[in-house]
């Protein structure tokens, strides 16, 4: 996605470690940074924690943000360097995320709703295995899966924890999502299931009281959930910002082929 991009005005937010809030310092005063409420793109510097907090933070203003990677894994995230920086915004590839809107029913009578980015993962909260009953546009798909759990991943959050799970890559401009198994014990062979983006994913826990589950969605978490409601909200944008020659559908086929 190309798009002319304002650079005039750059915010620039840090994680906790020090070395990465002494680069915001540094940057700040180099670039002549501004408040986040202000800015034309925000510079985020950390890891793939500070990028998923930073693009939930700025869900509802639309404002482009670049990653520079001060943390370990920085999938997410650009390389680190402070100079060059206005270059390499205008010359930048913006990808364009929609996130998950979950609504999540607990066994209390509570309705809970929230924004996930990466995934929205339904996990077993004690020793015994959740059964779960899985619907795809008001259609069961599966009566009974028995497992630690099942995730529902966008393109951006494919290389994330569904990659851990044995689920698949996803293009990040692909119109999909990935239905994926944690665990799977029965049945012992399903490795999950790839959607339309516009598909409603409605997961049912059977016998909840003896196997309790939990949602969560990037960061919010509820307990004792016994229906969730997984779909697009292409009400919200989220754009990111990836150096030209690095673009994040590169570093996801990449990925598919690395040892």
């Known amino acids: 996605m190309t798009q002319k991009l304002d650079t005039r005005k750059l915010a620039f937010v840090a994680s906790n470690n020090p070395d990465a809030e002494a680069a915001r310092q540094s940057l700040h005063a180099r670039y002549n940074g501004v408040e986040v409420d202000q800015a034309d793109v925000i510079i985020a510097l950390g890891g793939d924690g500070l990028m998923l907090q ?15 990677n001060h943390g370990s894994i920085g999938f997410l995230m650009n390389r680190f360097e402070e100079d060059g920086l206005i270059d390499r915004l205008s010359q930048a590839k913006l990808s364009l995320l929609h996130p998950l ?3 999540a029913k607990t066994a209390s009578g509570e309705t809970h709703e929230a924004l996930a980015i990466n995934e929205v993962s339904l996990l077993r909260e004690t020793a015994q295995a959740a059964k779960l009953e899985i619907s795809i546009d008001g259609r069961v798909r599966m ?10 991943a966008t393109p951006a959050g ?30 012992r062979r399903w490795r999950g299931a790839v959607l339309p983006e516009k598909a409603q994913v409605i997961i049912k826990t ?3 009281d003896k196997r309790p589950v939990s949602a969560v969605a990037d960061h919010a978490e509820f307990r004792d959930v016994i229906e969730v409601e997984i779909k697009q909200d292409r009400s919200h944008q989220l754009f990111m910002l990836f150096d030209a020659d690095h673009s994040l559908d590169e570093r996801i086929l990449a990925e598919q082929f690395s040892q």
Request: one cysteine or more; glycine letters at 6%.
């Open 54 to 68: 930073t693009l939930h933070a700025n869900m509802k203003n639309g404002t482009p943000i670049f990653g520079m």
């Open 101 to 103: 809107k979950v609504i």
């Open 143 to 152: 009566e009974e899966l028995i497992c630690d759990g099942v995730l529902v």
């Open 158 to 187: 494919s290389t994330a924890y569904n990659l851990s799970a044995h689920g698949p890559i996803l293009p990040i401009d692909a119109a999909l999502l990935a239905l994926t198994p944690i665990s799977a014990f029965r049945p």
């Open 206 to 208: 059977q016998e909840a």
